[in-house]
Nanobody, 120 residues
Framework: QVQLVESGGGLVQAGGSLRLSCAAS????????MRWYRQVPGKQREVVAA???????SYKDSVKGRFTISRDNARNTVFLQMNSLKPEDTAVYYC??????????????WGQGTQVTVSS
């Protein structure tokens, strides 16, 4: 089993910045791809950014040039640097990871989510 714990959400004014972190922990595991999703009430959860274990990244069009995903493999942590935030970025942000454990094999895991609110 792998646990993902997010931090760094909060309230910020439009144009401001936030940095989200997601730390993975567990026994005898390895992390492959990691992603950040977001969800607003009444809408489907959507992927915002993704990063492979080798460091290749991809982004939702609306955040390109403003958000940067990165990871620290030694600490099993993924980050999302969010700049030039807009009110439409307001959502609960979730960390997601593909991981392998000896006990469970390959599986997908979710964090509990962290609220990001951007005021206009």
């Amino acid at each position: 089993q792998v646990q993902l714990v997010e931090s760094g959400g909060g309230l910020v004014q439009a144009g401001g910045s936030l940095r989200l972190s997601c730390a993975a922990s567990g026994r005898a595991f390895s992390i492959n791809a990691m992603r950040w999703y977001r969800q607003v009430p009444g809408k489907q959860r959507e992927v915002v950014a993704a990063i492979t274990s080798a460091g290749s990244t991809s982004y939702k069009d609306s955040v390109k040039g403003r958000f940067t995903i990165s990871r620290d493999n030694a600490r099993n942590t993924v980050f999302l640097q969010m700049n030039s935030l807009k009110p439409e970025d307001t959502a609960v942000y979730y960390c997601n990871a593909d991981a392998y454990t000896v006990a469970a094999g390959a599986a997908n895991y979710w964090g509990q989510g962290t609220q990001v609110t951007v005021s206009s």
